[in-house]
């Protein structure tokens, strides 16, 4: 059974009339390149790398609608991710000369290749959706009459994790999602610690990398359960760092949700190191509720993250149950 929606109105008529601007101001050649039915399988697909993608660039529209793609990504987040994910396009300017000075030969970094694109029609009640995707940053939003019925998954990624050098040098895009997570860790005692390792080496990347449908076969590390007060606090403020990436109305019956079912259900695992030095991972997974993070690549410089839904990714559970009711004959 699909888990009940709650009405977000006002997330839905601004994300609807940020679409239809978009949409209104492409000519016929722009608008094939960005749009899709929405039950196309181009949707299930995302990925995280520089790649050429379908979808409509930043380099192939004009100023004015660069505006008005960005005013969609605007409309899904708080002002506060979206500057995290203007300085993630922007980083390509800072990596790009990093790789020529290392001589490193990899695919153009480039901020012009962000790519939107508009699954169906915004508005009305059949389902509609959008989507921003390039390197670093995967973003997926489903819509259907007045509930948003699907955020996830939310990905994104900075290399370098922090700048040691140049006119950005600290800049550390996701600096509080590795923060929180190693005061938590820091509060375990050795007993917590041990349990909550559940590898002495970091994984390549993303346990449940660019899947359509997240699959994680077992509970591991240590379950917040076996936490006190004070460390499911700290727990919880990491659960929100990933959350609150989306607009609060939104976020905020996705957090009560959480708080509803309590977290003991929820398990901390951690791979490698404790150590901000050396490569690191940790997941935090109950239920349908994923998220993932690594700081593996690049001498422990080049972070990746993640939050996942595992039933209701590109809200297949509610769309299962709406086809159902009203599809099947």
Known sequence: MATQQAANPQAVAQMGAAATAFLDSLNS????????????????????????????????????????AMAVLASGLTSESYEQAKLIIDHETVLGPLE?????????????LYYFTIFGTPGGK????????????????????????????????ANPAEVRKGPKTGLRILGGREDLAFDLMGSLDEKQIEESIICDAAPADIVTFNSSKASL??????????MNGSQKELLLALIAEYVNQVRTD????????????????????????VSKDEPHYYRIHGG??????????????????????????????????????????
Do not use: C
């Open 29 to 68: 050649e722009q608008k094939a390149k960005a749009t899709f039915e929405y039950m196309d399988g181009e949707r299930i697909f995302w990925y995280y790398p520089p790649m050429n993608r379908h979808g409509l660039a930043l380099r192939d529209m004009e100023p004015a609608q660069r505006e008005l």
């Open 217 to 226: 076969m077992t509970y591991e590390g240590l379950p917040a359960s076996k």
């Open 126 to 157: 059949e389902p509609w959706g959008w989507r921003v995707e390039g390197h670093h940053i995967s973003l997926h939003f489903s819509i259907m009459d007045d509930k948003v019925i699907s955020t996830t998954p939310f990905f994104f990624g």
């Open 288 to 329: 349908d509720f994923v998220v993932e993070f690594d700081n593996r690549q690049d001498g422990a410089n080049h972070i990746h993250s993640v939050w996942r839904d595992v039933e209701n990714d590109f809200a297949t559970d509610v769309m299962r149950e709406h086809l159902i009711q009203f599809h099947v004959l």
């Open 250 to 273: 939104v976020a905020e019956q996705k957090l009560d949700a959480l708080k509803k079912n309590g977290l003991d259900h929820l398990y901390l695992a951690w791979a490698g190191p």
């Open 100 to 112: 020529l000075e290392q001589n490193i030969k990899t695919f153009r970094r480039d901020v012009e």
